[in-house]
């Protein structure tokens, strides 16, 4: 991690996702090399899109994988509709205000707020609930053509994006149809921005930081 975010400082990380896959995919090498390197890291790991049986099933075993070695974490998965998170915003505002009665992040990993509606909503409302901790946006290359410049990054090995990239295919077969859950698309994802940090092995996840307090 940059020397700016002393990874070995964070204790209470929270995950939080618009849709079942999108944490893993957008920050999973960054969370392994975390738990790799901070056994005693307590993760909460919420994903609000769970209306799907399928997904649900897929998005529990894939946290669980994500986070194995953790000193402590719970995953809670909502069962919002997929793509209608603003129409169910009364709702979802309730959910953020009743986690954060008991979730005191130090790190937040979140959605960006691009243009999906979902992924919106999910970084408005982390800003909202937890205005003062640190808030890492992760990105998700998708049909909405957000893919941006983010100005966060965290270098990765090659042996943490094999992992990441294969449990994606293992958790989530309901995806890979979809043309952005591809192999392909992952590495490009993890080299370019590996090549724009001058990554050591040449691969990285990147996300946007609107604040960091020294
Ligand atoms: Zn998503």
């Given amino acids: ?6 990874m070995t400082r964070v ?4 995950c939080l996702g618009a849709h ?19 056994p005693e890291l ?4 919420v994903v609000l899109g769970g209306e799907n049986p399928e997904r649900v099933k897929e998005a529990q075993h894939s946290a669980g994988h994500f986070l194995a070695g953790v000193a402590k974490s719970e995953v809670n998965i909502f069962g919002f509709r997929d793509g209608f998170l603003p129409f169910e915003g009364e709702q979802v505002k309730e959910t953020f205000d ?28 982390t800003w909202n609930t937890w205005p003062h901790s640190v808030i890492l946006e992760y990105e998700i290359a998708e049909y909405n053509g957000d893919f941006g410049h983010p100005n966060f990054f965290v270098p990765l090995s090659e042996e943490q ?7 994606l295919f293992q958790a989530f077969p309901s995806q890979v149809e979809r043309q ?7 590495w490009a994802q993890l080299r370019l921005r590996g090549v724009e940090c001058n990554a050591p092995s040449r691969l990285a996840e990147a996300f946007f930081v609107r604040r960091l307090v020294a």
């Fill in 161 to 167: 994006c094999q992992t990441k990239v294969s449990r």
């Fill in 98 to 125: 009743e986690l954060q009665s008991n979730v005191q992040p130090d790190l937040i990993f979140t959605n960006h707020r691009d243009h999906h509606q979902d992924h919106c909503l999910v970084s408005q409302l």
């Fill in 11 to 14: 204790k209470h990380l929270l």
């Fill in 1 to 6: 991690m940059s020397s700016l975010l002393d």
């Fill in 20 to 38: 079942c896959d999108d944490i893993e995919v957008g920050a999973g090498g960054t969370i392994l090399r975390l738990v790799e390197s901070h």
């Fill in 180 to 186: 952005w859950f591809n192999e392909d698309v992952f």
């Fill in 42 to 45: 307590e993760v909460r790991w």
